[in-house]
């Protein structure tokens, strides 16, 4: 599986949290930190696929992913062992855990897996 697969949906879901947060509760960090951290995984993904669409890989992106990925993890990890919360905190330190294990993977075995090209 390519990372942009899940990256973009990633992010979309972080965006649509964020403002979710923002309308529900009016908290301006959760649409800053939600929407924000969405907006850029989305711009690394959608890099990751032009890179990949011309036979190539991206590692910049595949780095963003995953600092952003594992900042997520760390800060929403912490909050969650304050407030016990599962939403959102706990699941999106879940889902961000796993993220940041399928982006250290992807690094470690050289990005994403190019096609063999057609002759």
Known sequence: MHDFCFTIPYGLLLVGGGIFGYAKKGSIPSLAGGAGTGLVLILAGYISLKAFQKRKNSYLAL?????????????????????????????????????????????????????????
């Open 63 to 119: 780095i963003i992913e995953t600092v952003c990925a594992g900042i997520l993890t760390w800060a929403m990890g912490q909050r969650y062992m304050q407030t016990s919360k599962i939403m959102p905190a706990g699941l999106v330190a879940g889902i961000s855990a796993l993220m940041t294990g399928f982006y250290l993977y992807k690094l470690v075995t050289g990005g994403n897996h190019l096609p063999a090209k057609a002759e």
